[in-house]
């Protein structure tokens, strides 16, 4: 995976199972994937072999508590963690912050206020990641279509393409991928800078708006195909069309 790649590959380390399972069934249909864990040492060790997106950690757990879970996974990792508590105690809340913590949330939360916080902690994560890539990067090109990065510029069959912000990011983070699919949620993700209702249409419409630029037909496309169900992909020249 590159580090332009959006993973939304999640650890919920809580040992109320209920609560985990609730999480799994809420996230997965947006695109994450979900594991569990329900001890604070299993936790650990899963956050520290695998590399997550993010962790979203309870801080009572058995076997060792949150808090010591995440200064010790501070100790090798900066994977970004939301932390939940039953207590709500504003100390927790200030030891959390202080170890490491990216963001904390009351497990009185509601599922809309906990994809918000989710989704800000994700964008934060990759736009550092980006940030500290993109001077090495140099220009991208799928076929006759060009991007540079550093200027903000993309090009078809060497003419100046007229796109907005959110136009130009989404061919962009689709360009950097070329071949793989991204969920509608990973697109967010990428390129959003505020947070969308959970089912927000404006990605479709966003594309819709690209294809028309690009003099591309989403029945037959020549760059962006649409995966059903799923979400788009960038097609690479040559490459045999989704059934």
Do not use: W
């Amino acid at each position: 995976m590159s580090a332009f790649d959006t993973n939304t590959s999640l650890l919920v380390v809580d040992d109320d199972l209920k609560m985990c399972r609730l999480l799994r069934e809420y996230l997965q249909p947006l695109g994450y994937s979900v594991d569990t864990a329900h001890d604070g040492p299993d936790g650990l060790r899963r956050a520290c072999e695998s590399n997550y997106a993010a962790v979203i950690l309870d801080v009572m757990l058995p076997g060792m508590n949150g808090i010591d879970v995440l200064r010790e996974l501070r100790r090798v990792k900066d994977t970004p963690v939301l932390m939940l508590t039953a207590l709500g105690d504003e100390p927790d809340r200030i030891v959390g912050l202080e170890v490491g913590a990216d963001d904390y949330l009351p497990k009185t939360f509601s599922t809309r206020e906990l994809l918000a916080r989710l989704r800000a902690v994700l964008r934060r994560s990759m736009m550092t990641a980006r940030r500290r890539a993109t001077a090495s990067q140099g220009a991208i090109a799928v076929g006759d279509l060009a991007l540079d990065p550093e200027a903000r510029e993309a090009t078809l069959d060497g003419k100046l393409l007229t796109l907005t912000t959110t136009e130009y990011d989404i061919l962009l983070t689709l360009a950097r991928s070329p071949g793989r699919v991204k969920s509608r949620e990973q697109l967010l993700l990428d390129v959003a800078d505020r947070d969308f209702e959970v089912f927000d249409r404006s990605i479709d419409v966003h594309v819709s708006s690209l294809r028309k630029k690009l003099n591309d037909d989403a029945k037959t496309p020549r760059f962006i195909e649409t995966v059903r169900g799923v979400g788009y992909r960038m097609r690479k020249p040559g490459m045999e069309p989704l059934e």
